[in-house]
Each structure stands twice: as structure tokens, then as C-alpha cells.
């Protein structure tokens, strides 16, 4: 079975840190660019950043630009995302997804998400 | 950055109704836009990708249309199992760009 399960979410004060998880499962992981993607309480869905295959390419959305990190790694079929200088806005279900025909294709593969909470 | 707007941002329908739900983008993106399904509580799905082509096993009640700026996600008789939100998602070029959504209610 395709499956992505994320971990790693919780409480954090405003200004902490982070690690949030996603294990791949039932597809060639090392293949694919991996996304995470986060949704406030309420709120639509927001696209937070992207690495290719191998890790070398990466972009992030402006507004975690400078403070969040995505990697990967292939061997443990598993993508992360290191938060830091968490904010109130932060606050959001973190979901990881895959493009497994590309990124014009859309995202064909999601996990579950993990919930992050920033408090103040 | 391209803004996507999806309208109407509420809908309500009957099961056996006809729904349809628009989304713009800001500049053209040629066929590459994405319709997502959301049901509470639970990942988005991917219902359609490059704007027509139906994701395998979603049921073909589902119909997507457009190119350049203007895309229509249409559902030709609403089931019961359809009530959700629905996103639309341009793939065209980073940042990746959702619009706003428009959630699906029973009448």
C-alpha cells in the first residue's frame, strides 16, 4: 500500500524549534520531489515547500524562508521538516505529499498530517 | 507569485444536483491546475490533474475544463459522499498556489 506517515508534531512556545516527519512506504521514494503542505485551524490549504529526488534542489514559500529546513533522506525513505523560530501563524496541520508523475500532476500522495501548535 | 480564486466559496446542493465551482488564475498556466477533494478531519485528495485528466479510481461524475486563466470543476450529480471542500491548485510554477477553496453543503 502508498502510504506517507508524519510524526513529530506537538506544542511548541513561540520562537522554539521543531522536527516534523513523513515515512514513505509502498513506493520508490528516492524517486520523487516530496512537499509539505500546511493548513491553519479553519483555513485553506498552503504549499510550504518542495525537495527534488535527491535533495539538491529545494524551494520554500516566503514565508518560511530563512526559517524552516526540508531534507531528506532516501536510504530511510523519509522527508523532514526542522522548524525553528516558530511563530503563532505557525500553527497548522503539516501534511507531506508526493508528485509521483510530477509536479505538473499534481500531489497524488498524502499523509495524514501532524499538528503543530505555537503558542505564545 | 500566481493568486488562484475559486468561487463561489459556499455552496449549497441536493443529491442528484449539478455543481459547478470556478477557479482563476492570476497569469496564464497553460492546462496545469489540480482539483482536490477535503473531507473534515482528513488529507486532501487528488481528484484531477492538468486541469481534465481524472486521477485513477476517482468516479467520473467528476469533469475538470479550462486552460490559461479560467478552470471549472464540475460534478454532474452530486452523491452524498461528495459533500466536502474543494481546492484548486496551479502547477505550473513555484510557489505552488491554492485557492480558497469551496466548500460543498447538503441543502
Known amino acids: 500500500e502508498v502510504q506517507l506517515v508524519e510524526s513529530g508534531g506537538g506544542l511548541v512556545q513561540a520562537g522554539g524549534s521543531l522536527r516534523v516527519s513523513c515515512v514513505a512506504s509502498?513506493?520508490?521514494?528516492?524517486?520523487?520531489?516530496m512537499y509539505w503542505v500546511r493548513q491553519a485551524p479553519g483555513m485553506g490549504l498552503v504549499w510550504v515547500s518542495r525537495i527534488n529526488s535527491d535533495g539538491s534542489s529545494i524551494v520554500y514559500a516566503d514565508s518560511v524562508k530563512g526559517r524552516f529546513t526540508i531534507s531528506r533522506d532516501n536510504a530511510k525513505n523519509t522527508l523532514y521538516l526542522q522548524m525553528n523560530s516558530l511563530r503563532d501563524e505557525d500553527t497548522a496541520v503539516y501534511y507531506c505529499a508526493s508528485s509521483r508523475g510530477g509536479y505538473y500532476y499534481g500531489m497524488d500522495v498524502w499523509g495524514r498530517g501532524t499538528t503543530v501548535t505555537v503558542s505564545s | 507569485d500566481i493568486q488562484m480564486t475559486q468561487s463561489p466559496s459556499f455552496v449549497s446542493a441536493s443529491v442528484g444536483d449539478r455543481v459547478t465551482v470556478t477557479c482563476r488564475a492570476s497569469?496564464?498556466?497553460?492546462?496545469?491546475l489540480a482539483w482536490y477533494q477535503q473531507k473534515p478531519g482528513k488529507a486532501p485528495k487528488l481528484l484531477i490533474y492538468?486541469?481534465?485528466t481524472l486521477q485513477s479510481g476517482v468516479p467520473s461524475r467528476f469533469s475538470g475544463s479550462g486552460s490559461g486563466t479560467d478552470f471549472t470543476l464540475t460534478i454532474s450529480s452530486l452523491q452524498p459522499e461528495d459533500f466536502a471542500t474543494y481546492y484548486c491548485q496551479q502547477t505550473n510554477d513555484f510557489p505552488l498556489t491554492f485557492g480558497g477553496g469551496t466548500k460543498v453543503e447538503i441543502k
Open positions: 497569469q496564464g498556466i497553460s492546462n496545469r
Open positions: 492538468v486541469a481534465s
Open positions: 509502498g513506493f520508490t521514494f528516492r524517486s520523487y520531489w
